[in-house]
């Protein structure tokens, strides 16, 4: 990205704070133009001929930018699709993970394409496997909406699923399990009121033993204890 004096080319078009183009324009007399708005010329199209330049400030058209990808990054999120597997004969234990795996996708700006899948003889008991699919949609209804009804193809039931809009979607449950994990208030004063370096506990001095007094160490005799030193 080209600002100012870092721009190369001979003549550019400029377009200015309002959006709106201004013409064709000699290097010099754009950085004029941007200097009497009080912005910087900024080269947004470089291989455009003439190059495109725009009057802004630098530090605002960072911003747009920014604000342009996290956009995109979204839009991305929302064409990402995770699938979830369903059996007829599925525990509820079972089921309440994938819900839950289910619901941590849509509330990522996810899809989430439901699969029911028979085998062997619960191909006779399609009605079982329906049953499955209307309680999925009746838990994750708070987060997500199906784009059709589920249909039966070859042997499983398909479902895809969108995520509502962050302004019409409920919390993800495991955020609100994590606020109830607060330290309680009468633990936090308890540590407030401890020291946090309690002062260590001296041992008492030793009271100093004349040498000739001090009991000979082990049981070898020194040669020089009986040694009168005038």
Do not use: W
């Not at 001979?10 to 941007?34: C, M, S, T, W, Y």
């Not at 990054?73 to 979830?84: F, G, L, N, P």
């Not at 029911?116 to 994750?140: M, Q, Y």
């Not at 509502?164 to 309680?184: I, M, V």
């Amino acid at each position: 990205m080209r600002v100012n004096g870092k721009i190369r080319a001979r003549d550019v078009r400029v377009i200015g704070p309002d959006h709106k183009q201004l013409g064709v324009f000699p290097l010099n007399e754009a950085l004029n133009l941007a200097r009497q708005h009080g912005v910087d010329l900024v080269e947004i199209s470089p291989n455009a001929v003439p190059p495109v330049c725009r009057l802004i400030e630098i530090g605002k058209f960072r911003y747009e930018l920014a604000k342009k990808e996290k956009e995109s990054r979204k839009h991305q999120h929302a064409s990402t699709v995770k699938e979830v597997q369903l059996s007829p004969r599925i525990d509820p234990h079972d089921l309440g993970i994938k819900l839950q795996h289910a619901i941590n996708f849509l509330c990522e700006d996810m899809k989430v394409k439901v699969a029911l899948k028979f085998r062997g003889r619960e191909n006779a008991h399609t009605e079982i496997g329906f049953e499955v699919i209307k309680k999925f949609i009746a838990d994750i209804t708070p987060f997500g909406h199906p784009d059709f009804q589920p249909k039966l193809v070859g042997k499983a039931i398909n479902l895809m699923i969108s995520p509502h809009p962050r302004n019409k979607r409920a919390k993800n449950p495991r955020l609100e399990l994590g606020e109830l994990h607060e330290p309680d208030i009468e633990d936090d004063e308890a540590d407030e009121a401890a020291p946090e370096n309690p002062p260590a506990q001296t041992a008492p001095a030793k009271a100093k033993v004349p040498v000739n007094e001090q009991p000979q160490s082990g049981g070898l005799n020194n040669p020089f204890a009986g040694l009168e030193i005038k």
